[in-house]
């Protein structure tokens, strides 16, 4: 039997983390994505999007990170039929909330599925991401690995990753509602190629704990080594308020804040979430903002 | 009762470890200082310095870490007498095995004993870092925590340190008979103040993997992530033949091979770490060297 439609739910995930940038990744538990793959008697990839910021997403297949993936599919595959995908948008995407890598994820398995493909981890987290890397830049791990396996993610060399449980603690994300043109490429151009080594050491330092904190179930250790030397103080330039809304994080409690994946959304860390948040969007002043409640997720993507 | 006389023990150690720089020390097993401190009627302090390299580090309170430390001592809790200390080196001084930091441990240790200070973790490794930085550069805790704590240390900011019980792995460590004049200095100045911060992502990536595989008691993880971009590549500079030692190394089954501490001995991780010794030590060439085989220990400093 052939199977002719597949529905695939992916988790968002917050990507870099603090000092683990390029590195570190978690799910996010209560946000995602649904895809919905089915068989087409055309040949080619067709795509419609519906949901979240919708509009902000491309159909045509060669501008986004779906149509990316079943293109690649059908070329190294060569199946008897085309792809129709519905993109039911659970993720706001531009926010650094891991949306296209969701999406991303959703489509790799759900295509895995369909064509039986039974590609392993390694092999679904590099597919995806290229897919991802196709319209969003250059390719990484950590967001598509996050949202397919679940759990914390540390990126290796050659899409191989470590997913480890992640122990449960809380994490706020404050989405301000500023548009910025590009804004995956802007955040990648306002990093430095160098860095000082002292910086290197203090997030190698923080980074190191961080790992060490999920491996040891720890929430607080892991919250309070969100400090980042190498990239927020660069990218904080692109949200405005960056310092008091990390500050009011902070002194509301939060073990640790910083920006989400390439911004401009800030995460923080902590128990009390709920006040934690209302600091956040209070420290925005005038900027209007969107609060998401939420915990680590140690499930990835699956088939629903 | 007072206690007139203490017998203290100190293990060497690894500080960086590849990747870690100036945050990752590991104790070593079968190496260390043996420190003999007495009380003495006359006032200040009084060294007298045997055992291996003993001709290498000098007697005179003023330029020698177990002065700073006893001199600081005096001042700040002010004894009845002054001490006379006894330094059996067991360790080679400036090869990068921490031997510096293992009689600051120790001489640390021992005040602390013979005049009941109570210190805790952080006051012990902050005076014993403090007394191993009056003369031997700034004040560092990798090798000293190592030394006094045991196992794998994981360095915080002030002071604070992660001790982490360390699986039971092979590690060699070859000291090659060179003379380097200034040698923590110039191992520090060979050091750029900027690095790209890709080659910081790298590092992030590996140190991250080596503190969870401490705590996932995973050897083998451990060794393969030491893999350095901040330092080594500065550093090797100082060694002769080093990249041929480090390629034979891994050529003759280590996982990973990297500089010991501040060099200029290389230390590596294995099964085999007989053979792994055996064909570093040929790949030194014309340059003599000696072969430690030890492996890391859970014990640190302690009263015999």
């Given amino acids: 039997m052939t199977i002719k439609q597949v529905r695939v739910y992916s988790p968002g995930s917050i990507a870099n983390l603090g000092p683990g940038f390029d590195v570190f990744g978690v799910a996010l538990e209560g946000i995602g994505d649904i895809i919905v793959l089915e068989e087409s008697p055309e ?5 419609d999007v519906q949901g979240v910021g919708a509009d902000k997403i491309p159909s045509d297949p060669e501008k986004n990170s779906s149509g990316a993936i079943l293109n690649h599919v059908i070329e190294k595959y060569e199946p008897r039929h085309g792809f129709n995908v519905e993109i039911r948008k659970g993720i706001p995407p531009g926010t650094g909330m891991g949306s296209s890598g969701a999406s991303a994820a959703a489509t790799t398995v759900a295509v895995n599925e369909m064509l039986g493909l039974h590609l392993s981890d390694r092999e679904l987290v590099k597919l ?12 990484h791990a950590d967001n598509v690995a996050a949202s397919l396996l679940g759990g914390f993610i540390l990126v290796g060399e050659d899409w ?57 179930k720890d929430g607080k250790m892991f919250g309070s080594n969100i400090n980042d030397r190498l990239v927020e103080p660069y990218r904080a330039a692109m949200i405005p308020n960056f310092w008091d809304v990390k500050q009011a994080a902070l002194d509301a409690g939060a073990y640790g804040c910083s920006i989400s994946g390439g911004g401009p959304s800030l995460f923080a860390v902590g128990d009390n979430i709920y006040d934690i948040g209302d600091a956040m969007q209070k420290a925005f002043g005038d900027i209007e903002s969107t609060c998401y409640h939420t915990r680590p997720s140690n499930r990835g993507t699956r088939v629903i």
């Fill in 160 to 216: 191989d990753v470590i997913r480890l449980d992640a122990p449960r603690f809380g994490i706020v994300v404050v989405v301000p509602d500023i548009y910025i043109e590009n804004k995956t490429k802007k955040a990648r151009e306002l990093l430095p190629q160098k860095i000082p080594l002292k910086d290197a050491v203090k997030n190698i330092m923080h980074a190191s704990r961080m790992a060490l904190a999920i491996s040891q």
């Fill in 43 to 47: 040949p080619g990839v067709k795509i």
């Fill in 128 to 139: 995806a991401a290229l897919g991802e890397g196709a319209v969003a830049g250059a390719p």
